[in-house]
């Protein structure tokens, strides 16, 4: 399964040629992982998301109508840009996984822009992630929200964004990251490597196809450990005002600190859940 993702993404874009692009993608996040884009100088970006129950499965169907009745994950917050290729921002999620009420500083630096002029055929960016959690503390010694030290309530994120658009119709993005949470369960490791892949397809002037994963490297996350692989995919629409997106996924958390330890939900038994995000820009 982890071979035939990684090869559908960096096989496909070989088979295209590079030209000049403006933006790579329409919007600064892909589903659950980040992209290439940062927001222009002065503009912030109003953001709320919203993950429903699972659509099958042991907690789906009809006694929750098919997830809609339940809120997995939920995000509010705003990003603004400081310069063209510096944002940061601040959001709050539910949380999915051991740790709740999170709140979430983002952060995210372009290095390098595409321009078929200048013979950049890529975009490069490092995106970094900092995650409290501010839920009580629980007076079970050992449980992993006992919160000895405020230190263990945090846990961070880093990413490089590596992406290319290959034509007006087809992006592609690579992003090896690395995840630290400071305190886990006794058989779980305190950092974590992945590798996510993600594209668009341009199938309109307004409505785009997006795809994401995120490949967790992990003895301890396999399937029969009741882990899987985040995958995503859902359809953007652009209104010129703000981004829509509504998107299928077996994530249940909505933050890197989040999703990419902690999906525990199986495409195949029909655990993923419809989810929307929207975007709004002001120009300050």
């Known amino acids: 399964m982890r071979l035939l993702l990684i090869s559908l993404f960096l096989l496909i874009p070989f088979l295209c040629i590079a030209q000049e692009a403006v933006r790579t993608f329409k919007d600064t996040r892909i589903i659950n992982t980040q992209s290439t884009e940062t927001l222009k100088k002065g503009y912030m970006d109003i953001r709320i998301g919203h993950r429903f129950g699972d659509i099958g499965g042991d907690n789906g169907g009809w006694s929750t109508f098919y997830g809609l009745e339940n809120a997995s994950d939920v995000l509010i917050g705003a990003e603004y840009g400081f310069t063209n290729n510096l944002m940061v921002g601040l959001f709050r999620t539910k949380g999915s996984g051991p740790l709740k009420q999170l709140v979430n500083l983002t952060g995210k630096y372009k290095l390098l822009s595409q321009n078929s002029e200048s013979n950049t055929p890529i975009s490069m960016a490092l995106s970094f992630t900092g995650t409290v959690s501010t839920m009580k503390s629980s007076d079970t010694q050992g449980a992993i929200n006992n919160f000895e030290q405020f230190a263990h309530r945090l846990s961070y994120n880093g990413q490089l964004l590596i992406s290319s658009k290959f034509s007006d119709g087809f992006s592609l993005q690579v992003s090896p990251s690395y995840t630290h949470r400071n305190i886990v369960d006794i058989e779980d490791e305190n950092g974590l490597f992945a590798l996510g892949a993600a594209c668009r397809i341009q199938l309109s002037k307004v409505l785009g196809l997006i795809i994401d994963t995120t490949i967790p490297f992990s003895e301890l996350r396999t399937s029969d450990n009741d882990y ?29 600190t989040d999703y990419i330890p902690y999906t525990r939900s199986n495409w195949s038994d029909g655990e993923f859940r419809l989810g929307f995000t929207i975007s709004r820009l002001f120009n300050l």
């Open 228 to 256: 899987h692989v985040p995958l995503g995919i859902g359809f953007e629409i652009d209104t010129g005002g703000h981004i829509f997106q509504v998107n299928f996924t077996n994530s249940t958390g909505m933050m890197e």
